[in-house]
């Protein structure tokens, strides 16, 4: 899978909304870009994954340059609870493969 | 709602013993994984398994050995813990077929400590 380069750590107030940054320059035509996020003392989560348009769904958007060569998840309105590391990841279009997670943006949301 | 589980969330073992962590998951899904986390190095693949009684080795399988004999369940097995074993212990699974758009289902964890 191709890499991605995501800011260590970010920070944001309750109630605005938060732009996570991703870049995947090498990304392939077929590649799909997932977002997880993990809280603290769980699991990583399912957030949202997309191929070329943009995305949206109950948890977040996700917003996919023209080139594919970065994308940003949005959180529209931030809660304490959305405090996590949040993993950009690309997919190769393959049957049963893992996910490669990098080291992730750790969000920060103060009250 | 989906659900993987792991038979225990703490456990704590002596250099040496066979460990076993089991991962149900209720989801009929073909695909299951281990990986393990630890501080500055993320998530690392383990072992992961497409379908019962098959296993493919993931990045750093050194020390564990993997059984699935049923559908619904997955285990990691050290076969002589060490202190380096250490760690923080994730299952996943998934559905078949195209794999990019497949989302993977994670427990949530087993950290283990190996005196």
């Known amino acids: 899978d191709a890499k991605t380069t995501q800011p260590n750590s970010m920070e944001s107030n309750e109630e605005e909304p938060v732009h996570l940054p991703c870049n995947h320059s090498t990304i392939s035509g077929t590649d799909y870009i997932h977002w997880y996020r993990q809280l603290p003392s769980q699991g990583p989560e399912y957030v949202i994954h997309g191929l070329t348009s943009n995305v949206n769904n109950r948890m977040a958007s996700l917003a996919i340059a023209e080139d594919r060569k970065s994308s940003t998840l949005i959180l529209h309105r931030a809660t304490l609870r959305d405090a996590a590391v949040y993993y950009c990841?690309?997919?190769?279009?393959?049957?049963?493969?893992?996910?490669?997670f990098g080291k992730g943006t750790t969000l920060s949301v103060s009250s | 709602d989906v659900k993987v589980t792991q038979s225990s969330r703490y456990l704590v073992k002596r250099t040496g013993e066979k460990v076993f962590l089991e991962c149900v998951q209720d989801?009929?899904?073909?695909?299951m994984f281990w990986y393990r986390q630890d501080p500055g190095l993320g998530l690392r693949l383990i072992y992961f398994s497409y379908d019962v009684k098959m296993k493919e080795k993931g990045d750093i399988p050194e020390g564990y050995s993997v059984s699935r004999e049923k559908k619904e369940r997955f285990s990691l097995i050290l076969e002589s813990a060490s202190t380096n074993q250490t760690s923080m212990y994730l299952c996943a699974s998934s559905s078949g077929g195209a794999g990019a758009r497949n989302t993977q289902y994670f427990g949530p964890g087993t950290r283990l400590t190996v005196l």
């Open positions: 989801m009929d899904h073909e695909n």
């Open positions: 990841i690309l997919r190769a279009n393959q049957a049963g493969t893992a996910l490669i």
